[in-house]
């Protein structure tokens, strides 16, 4: 079993920043690789980001390339999204989630934390 925790989310204006934290337990950590995902009201879970064990690939939705970033640090078991220039329209609760190499989905994800862009 993997245990998420995100932290991080808020209220911010639009133009603004916020860098959300998910900090894992119950795996090696290294062993994981760590994406975002979000989900606005009234709207499926979308894919946000996703980098490798290592770190050293990521990937990134259409929607936030350019102005979101991941990035995870093995030392810390921590993985981090930091989300600059955020618009109304990222307005959603972002999860965390785990998946084995190679996995087409995740198998674990966070209790999710909620990120709110005012205009």
């Known amino acids: 079993q993997v245990q998420l925790v995100e932290s991080g989310g808020g209220l911010v204006q639009a133009g603004g920043s916020l860098r959300l934290s998910c900090a894992a337990s119950?795996?090696?950590?290294?062993?994981?690789?760590m994406g975002w995902s979000r989900q606005a009201p009234g709207k499926e879970r979308e894919f946000v980001a996703l980098?490798?064990?290592?770190?050293?690939?990521?990937y990134y939705a259409d929607s936030v390339k350019g102005r979101f970033t991941i990035s995870r640090d093995n030392a810390k078991n921590t993985v981090y999204l930091q989300m600059n220039s955020l618009k109304p329209g990222d307005t959603a609760v972002y999860y965390c989630?785990?998946?084995?190499?190679?996995?087409?989905?995740?198998?674990?994800w966070g209790q999710g934390t909620q990120v709110t862009v005012s205009s």
């Open positions: 989630d785990a998946r084995a190499p190679g996995a087409p989905t995740a198998d674990y």
């Open positions: 119950g795996r090696t950590f290294t062993s994981l690789v």
């Open positions: 980098i490798s064990r290592s770190g050293g690939s990521t």
